[in-house]
């Protein structure tokens, strides 16, 4: 027995011993850190001192080179969209184009129906040329599109509920 009281006194020792070793550590962190340091000291600004202003020359500039660019970006687009007639173009009453493709640089051939009939024309720089007239009859009427196939089906889909 007298070794195991031996064993459970030296235990219990260099328990309190870590113990009041690790408490001595933090008490020595916390001290340095109480302690007054020129880090955490503010610095003495002459009370002559004036602020550089927030908007300056160079910040003008810089916010007026952005703006052009972003505008000269924009025109780019309008224009190249434009130029290659990504854009649609409004359909006048009676005008409606139904297709275009580019054959050369500046010549284009476009299908226009207008009133009944449909023209091939040739249009370049300067000159349209009629290439083509189609007379539209109920077999060659244009197409229906996805969406008015789909307005149509509605349309009678809400006829039938309200009968």
Known sequence: MPDIQQQITTRSDQCSSSFFVDFIVYLLVALVLMVPSKVFSET?????YVPAPVVSTENLL???????????????????????????????????????VGVGQRERVVIVEVEGAR?????????????????????N????????????QLSRSIERNHE
Not at 72 to 85: E, M, N, P, Q
Not at 91 to 99: L, P, Q, T
Not at 141 to 152: D, I, L, M, V
């Open 119 to 139: 023209l091939v024309l040739g249009v370049a720089p300067g000159r349209v040329n009629t290439l083509h007239r189609i007379n539209i009859t109920p077999d």
């Open 62 to 100: 810089q916010m007026i080179g952005s703006l052009l660019l972003v505008l000269a970006i924009i025109w780019v687009i309008a224009w190249l969209l434009k130029r290659y007639a990504l854009i649609p173009t409004s359909a006048s009453n009676g005008i409606k184009i139904i297709a275009t």
């Open 44 to 48: 003495s600004v002459p009370s002559n």
């Open 141 to 152: 009427k244009t197409p229906e599109t996805n969406a008015e196939k789909f307005s149509g």
